[in-house]
């Protein structure tokens, strides 16, 4: 095998003197066998080491050998499988350094393995604290550069619609009603009491089109809302279009199962409305059209009665249905009082309402947004003199004789002689304030206390009373009675006709003479008709005539009693008997009798016993002012004088006896005044007397107003009276009396 001849102008050799070959570049041919084998068919180059290359200048250091692997290198880059296939290769040109001898030709040089150093471990670098630094503090500015973007955004950009967002999830501010006291009896049953109830009530802005997702949603809540608390379509539909109001009450007072059953509807449509259906038309409602947007949900999806709630209330009931009701009152649909002792004592009675604040998210409370509770103060408890027992048996009686007599209304009174208090006070037609819908509004006041009428008879006792007690005359001081008598150019007669009559002044009383009674009257003034009214007037005024009673009930009346300066013709003589200018409520004409069986002394009328406050604490009522009207020798006269009206066979008073209690009493016929105060339309009929008479413990007063079976006090109240003091005596366990009456002479011949 020739040896190939190097090409002229090779410069890659070592120096020209050496006689080292030159060791093979990189990107010389290796041998293609194994480590430290040649390769196949490259014996010229086999067991030849490469000589390392000297540089510039300077000889090559010898390098050990050191076997390499051959790599596959492709014909350019491998001269010696090139020369074993009888090509020649040309070594590459290189530029022959300065003073070097040409170099040899590489293929006949046989290439070394080039030996490799043994690696040394590298060492450990550890970070660069400025370049961790740097890294931290652009990691940290992008984190709050998105934190002040997120807030730029929510202050600044969408500040309006998260707004409109946040303002369906809010503070609701709910008021506490407090529970309102009751009005019990005199034993301590409740007349009036407070019960659980349910304000039904919504909030409007959750009823919009955006808020429902349907354009109909009040209509659709009033429909299913009306039949269960009893409220027009129209009415609540009106309420639920105020989106701007966050708060109306659509109806007040219900029942428990009322508020359940709205909440049990409210729960049914909630679940359906939560489907994954419904779930589903809710998320496309907003959005493009081409994006499959809605403009609604269908009404299976919607929930018409998420903004309606309910409120924990009170509900006013009267457990004893219409028993005293004149008198209790009632209160409205606000549960405020609004007539009788519920409006009178509405500040006590209602207590302080609080209220409550807490946050709502579409109709659902947030127990974890907080609140705050400012709670209510219970009202008070008031307790009357009304006696449970005696207030039936008088409303009852009473109840009976205004349809039996055809009266247009009337009213029973029972008084405690001693305390003033008033143990009974019933009218009918009465009401129940249970349901103030079945009554009349002229039958919810307290006639007893509100109308003023015209006395008439019963009215004489304080006329005889001024005279027995000025000493001008005595019960057995005789009168003559004409058919006929003329005062003022007037003539005055009986109500009945009559021969002349010779009296005594208690026969006077006994046969309810006017001519009798202007006869003694007449003697106060010794002749002066002005002097005999002057003091006639202060009796009257003392008796508490044309003055509160001290009850200060809502419209009451102080009645009526002219100056006697003002009284004009026939009025200076008509006032003595109870007609003209004087008016009194049927409580002002009770207590005038009761002044007498109190020996002359006057307690201003009660009818509150006393109050419970909301600690617990009870604060009974001060008792009556006591006045002292006419001696104590003027009472028990006139007491006998008002048995005869009783027991005597002359007197009007007969059916009004009861067997076993001697009785003091006073019959009454009065032309009745016209609605229009124009002259007089009918009669007012009414019998007052008190029982014992020879121990006084309660007096009783019935009134009858325009009554068309019959019109004398004796014949139409009597028997009421007689019906309920009764009653009252056995009710309060009053003993029989123990002697008989006086039977005091009624009548004289001349």
Known sequence: MTTPRQPSGSGSGSGSGSGRRQPPRAGAARPAAGRGQPAKGQSAARGQAAKPQATKGQPAKPQPAKAQPVRSQSAK?????????????????????????????????????????????????????????????????????????????LQLVDADALAADANTNRYQNIPITAERGSIMSSDGVALAATVDAYDITADPAMFTPAATGIPDAPEQAAALLSPIIGVAKDRIAADLHTPKTRYKRLASQ???????????????????????????????????????????????????????????????????????????????????????????????????????????????????AGGSMDPAVPGSDVKLTINRDVQWAAQRAITDQVANSGAE?????????????????????????????????????????????EPGSTAKLMSLAAVLDSGKANWDTRVTVPNRLVRAGQQFKDDVEHGDWYLTLAGVLAKSSNIGTIEAVETLGDGDQLKANQILDGYMRKFGVARPTGLNFPGETPGMLKKPEDLVASEKYNISFGQGPLQMNALQATSVYS????????????????????????????????????????????????????????????????????????????????????????????????????????????????????????????????????????????????????????????
């Not at 090509?87 to 040089?109: I, K, M, Y």
């Not at 009918?428 to 307290?446: R, W, Y």
Request: glycine letters at 12%; proline letters at 9%; a positive charge.
């Open 254 to 368: 219900q029942t428990p199962a009322a508020k359940n059953q709205i909440s049990d509807l409210k729960s049914s449509l909630e679940k359906q409305a939560g489907s994954r259906a419904c779930q589903a038309q809710k998320k496309l409602l907003g959005k493009p059209a081409d994006q499959g947007g809605r403009t609604r949900v269908d009404n299976e999806c919607a929930n018409p009665l998420a903004g309606v709630f309910n409120r924990e209330t009170q509900k006013r009931i009267y457990p004893a249905d219409g028993l005293a009701a004149n008198l209790v009152g009632f209160v409205n649909g606000e549960g405020e009082g609004a007539g009788g002792l519920e409006l009178q004592y509405q500040k006590q009675l209602a207590g302080k309402d609080g209220h409550s604040s807490y946050a709502q998210a579409g109709g659902r409370l947030v127990p974890t």
């Open 409 to 453: 209304k009337g009213y029973v009174v029972v008084q405690d002689v001693k305390t003033g208090q008033v143990i009974a006070m019933a009218s009918a037609p009465g009401f129940n304030p249970n349901d103030l819908s079945l009554s009349k509004q002229s039958q919810m006041g307290n006639p007893a206390l509100v109308d003023a009428y």
């Open 595 to 750: 002044t007498i069986a109190n020996g002359g002394v006057r307690v201003a009328p009660s009818i509150v016993q006393g109050i419970t406050g909301p600690d617990g604490k009870y604060t009974a009522t001060p008792p009556g002012e006591q006045t002292r009207v006419v001696s104590e020798e003027t009472a028990k006269t006139l007491t006998s004088m008002l048995e005869s009206v009783v027991d005597d066979e002359q007197g009007t008073g007969g059916k009004a006896a009861i067997p076993g209690y001697r009785v003091a009493g006073k019959t009454g016929t009065a032309n009745r005044g016209a609605a229009d105060g124009k002259g007089y339309d009918g009669y007012t009929a009414s019998f007052i007397g008190f029982a014992p008479a020879d121990a006084p413990r309660y007096t009783v007063s019935c009134t009858l107003q325009g009554p068309v079976n019959g019109h004398f006090g004796g014949q139409l109240c009597g028997p009421v009276f007689k019906q309920v003091m009764e009653f009252t005596l056995k009710t309060m366990q009053v003993p029989p009396s123990g002697s008989q009456a006086p039977n005091l002479p009624v009548e004289w011949k001349p």
């Open 77 to 153: 880059a491998q001269p010696a499988k090139s020369a074993a296939v009888g090509r020649t290769p040309r070594a590459p040109q290189q530029r022959r350094p300065e003073g070097r001898p040409p170099a040899r030709s590489q293929a006949a040089v046989r290439p070394r393995p080039k030996s490799r150093l043994p690696q040394r471990p590298r060492p450990l670098k550890l970070a660069e604290p400025k370049r961790r630094l740097r890294v931290i503090t652009v990691a940290l500015s992008l984190v709050f550069s998105v934190f002040a973007g997120r807030l730029v955004q």
